[in-house]
């Protein structure tokens, strides 16, 4: 029986199917919270915080830090008011921020390649 000679100096074949350069996931929307809080705000023209913490069921602290990092980031816009005396802030998706969140589903989408059926 001849012996199999394995050559580990050679670079290995890609695999098929999967791309050859891994592509860059944005580090700013691949949180959890602020990708389901960018689907969120890509819905809708805004959303109150009281809102976006019902549909997300995050605490005021979590939800309040994530969308200063969206903020810090120009993916969202804050304005804050009063109505009848009582705070409210609102959150208005980008041009920045809708421009990356399509970035970032066409990177997943390169990604995962012929796994998903898009």
Excluded: C
């Excluded at 919270?33 to 809708?44: F, K, P, Y």
């Amino acid at each position: 029986m001849p012996e199999r000679v394995v050559d580990f100096l050679s670079e290995p074949e890609p695999a098929p199917d999967l791309p050859t350069e891994l592509p860059e996931l944005n580090p700013v929307i691949h949180g959890k919270l602020r990708l389901a809080l960018l689907s969120l705000l890509s819905t809708v023209d805004e959303a109150e915080f009281t809102w976006l913490r019902t549909k997300t069921s995050a605490t005021d602290g979590n939800l309040g830090a994530q969308l200063l990092k969206l903020e810090e980031a120009g993916y969202v816009q804050v304005e804050k008011k009063f109505v009848l005396r009582k705070p409210q802030t609102l959150y208005r998706m980008t041009h920045a921020g809708r421009q990356a969140l399509t970035e970032y589903v066409q990177a997943l989408k390169r990604l995962l390649g012929s796994a998903i059926n898009v």
